[in-house]
């Protein structure tokens, strides 16, 4: 998946001019098909989404700011079309993310704008109706679009051709996008393997006023660092992230992370009488099922204990003392694979061995 933020002079001006100005504005419907299309050989660029904002429905201008918000149940995201040559029917599709969820999943979403005779338009188009975009005064959302496709046809007809690698009528060439709207910041990130490992984030910002900087609080080296607004960073579970801009706007959050159960280990001691079998159970000693590798620490004075690898889950030996005095064996024991795939830390299991009366 292509990760990138357009903030390229070009975008920039594309985004003033078609908020500020006055660039006409459309309303594009949801495009119930079952088409998925691909991006696959695509090469024409007659049409483009060059960027994605934030906007109010009545008249397209852009919200960089909670209190710009006119209606707080018409607010949009909204796609700046740019096109070249006549061309009708406009379908964009893409995953449409937001980032500040829980747990932040890609839904496809499609939309589609027939036209007449006078064929498609440059300017913005409304898609996707955000509700409770402010909460108290706080953005609650930040939207990412990815893996986007743009087709059109030829004739306005009032039938939307599926970005297909069948057609020449798609855009295989337009980068994610991260929504523009007020200062957001928020990430995703794969569940922790084994617990207590880090996990790469993805970690995204927008609005505000660049140069980003970020914190994340149990990684030494990212502690108060340039940030472009999007990057990827090792997180922990307990990480607590801070994202700043430059005009003293920052945020503070965490990433929902699954991490496996803690595998704890228990040493333990025990004393018999030289001559019995000491049998045991290694799986007494870990809280999570586990496959295990041991072996005892050679001790000249004990016949009896396993000094070669096993990888049996008890214990079974008969230990001889072969002096007159209290004799030890240690067995180190390393769970080497849970349910999850992780290995655990070694521990000891240590035997006493009284001498022969």
Excluded at 44 to 71: Q, R, V
Excluded at 228 to 249: C, K, L, P, R, Y
Aim: net charge negative; charged share 15%; hydrophobic share 35%.
């Amino acid at each position: 998946m292509k990760k990138t933020i357009l903030k390229s002079a070009l975008n920039i001006i594309s985004f003033l001019l078609f908020t500020t100005i006055g660039y006409s504005q459309f309303t594009m419907s949801e495009f119930t098909d079952d088409c998925i299309g691909s991006d696959s050989g695509c090469t024409a660029n007659s049409i483009e989404i060059t960027n994605a904002y934030i906007g109010n429905g009545d008249d397209g201008s852009a919200i960089t700011d909670c209190s710009d918000i006119h209606d707080i149940n018409d607010v949009w995201i909204m796609i700046s079309v740019s096109k070249n040559g006549k061309k009708h029917d406009l379908l964009a599709q893409f995953y449409l993310t937001d980032v500040k969820a829980a747990n932040p999943t890609p839904e496809l979403k499609k939309y589609v704008y027939y036209t007449s005779s006078a064929g498609i338009e440059t300017g913005f188009y409304k898609t996707f109706k955000i509700d409770n975009y402010c909460i108290n005064g706080d953005v609650d959302k930040l939207y990412s679009l990815n893996d986007v496709l743009v087709s059109w046809d030829t004739s306005g007809d009032g039938v939307a051709i599926c970005p297909d690698i069948s057609t020449s009528q798609c855009n295989g060439d337009i980068p994610d996008i991260i929504v523009e709207g007020p200062f957001s910041a928020g990430g995703s990130a794969p569940n922790i393997l084994c617990f207590g490992e880090d996990t790469t984030a993805n970690i995204v910002a927008s609005g505000g006023t660049q140069p980003y900087t970020i914190t994340i609080s149990d990684n030494p080296s990212v502690q108060n660092i340039p940030f472009d607004g999007n990057e990827d960073f090792q997180i922990t579970a307990s990480s607590i992230i801070t994202v700043s801009d430059s005009n003293n706007h920052s945020e503070t959050f965490t990433i929902n992370v699954n991490e496996t159960q803690e595998i704890i280990e228990t040493n333990s001691e025990i004393t018999i009488d030289s001559g019995d079998l000491f049998n045991e159970s290694l799986i007494d000693n870990v809280n999570v099922p586990s496959t295990f590798s041991w072996q005892a620490v050679s001790n000249a004075n004990i016949d009896g204990e396993t000094t070669t690898v096993s990888t049996s889950d008890t214990i079974t030996n008969t230990l001889i003392n072969l002096t007159s005095t209290l004799q030890t064996v240690v067995y180190v024991v390393t769970p080497t694979s849970t349910p999850d795939g992780c290995v655990g830390d070694d521990f000891t299991i240590t035997v006493h061995v009284t001498p022969n009366a």
